[in-house]
């Protein structure tokens, strides 16, 4: 059991390039989550999908797109990569339901837009 | 909107000394409160949730509705407890994601 797993660790990219950074999780979540962690900024929400074949925008979602490939799977992808985009991202999951809204966390993407 | 507050970028105390993060939050409803730990190169993780009243790791919180606050607490620092503390809470209706404060680092000194 893995939890939630992010790839790449690590990318470095020119100004205008894009990529696209995975997560996936096992937990048979419904919920999952891209968060962006910059210094004295805490987490801030990109993007979440309360469950498969939805998304929604969250407090930052200028500059990225999400694809909900399926269940396990969320993608995001930054199209056109600006300076302001470095920082390190984190996917996260949830179940969602009950009592139950504790969220998972991956590892991290460490991501620099030079 | 919703918001979470913690003033303290960075709490430095000696070992066996009392700790105390601060935490305050605005929101229009009852919210669920969390604190979230990160230590160093590992991932975010939970520490403890205002619901189910517990202590982990010797850390409790309690939810002050009247003060809107969450502080985590601790009588007595242990070097391992240095790391990324963040509080975040989450709206019980609507979008189910959550909002973090701005995270407090603490330091434990031997």
């Known amino acids: 059991n893995a939890g939630v797993t992010q790839t790449p660790k690590f990318q470095v990219l020119k100004t205008g390039q894009s990529m696209t950074l995975q997560c996936a999780q096992d937990m048979n979540h419904n919920s999952m989550y891209w968060y962006r962690q910059d210094p004295g900024m805490g987490l801030r929400l990109i993007y979440y999908?309360?469950?498969?074949?939805?998304?929604d925008k969250g407090e930052v979602p200028n500059g990225y797109n999400v694809s909900r490939l399926n269940k396990r799977e969320f993608s995001l992808r930054l199209e056109s990569a600006a300076p302001s985009q470095t920082s390190v991202y984190f996917c996260?999951?949830?179940?969602?339901?009950?009592?139950?809204?504790?969220?998972?966390f991956g590892p991290g993407t460490r991501l620099t837009v030079t | 909107a919703q918001r979470v507050t913690q003033p303290e970028k960075l709490l430095s105390v000696f070992k066996g000394a009392p700790v105390e993060l601060k935490c305050n939050y605005s929101y229009s409803g009852s919210p669920e409160l969390f604190w979230y730990v990160q230590y160093s190169r590992q991932r975010l993780q939970l520490l403890l949730r205002?619901?189910s009243r517990e202590s982990i790791k010797g850390f409790t919180a309690d939810l002050n509705k009247g003060e809107t606050s969450f502080h985590l607490k601790k009588p007595f620092a242990q070097e391992e407890d240095s790391a990324m503390y963040y509080c975040?809470?989450?709206?019980?209706?609507?979008?189910?994601?959550?909002?973090f404060g701005s995270g407090t680092r603490l330091q434990v000194q031997p």
């Open positions: 996260a999951s949830s179940a969602a339901s009950g009592s139950s809204y504790e969220q998972y």
């Open positions: 975040a809470l989450i709206q019980r209706t609507g979008r189910r994601a959550l909002t």
């Open positions: 205002h619901i």
């Open positions: 999908s309360a469950s498969e074949g939805t998304t």
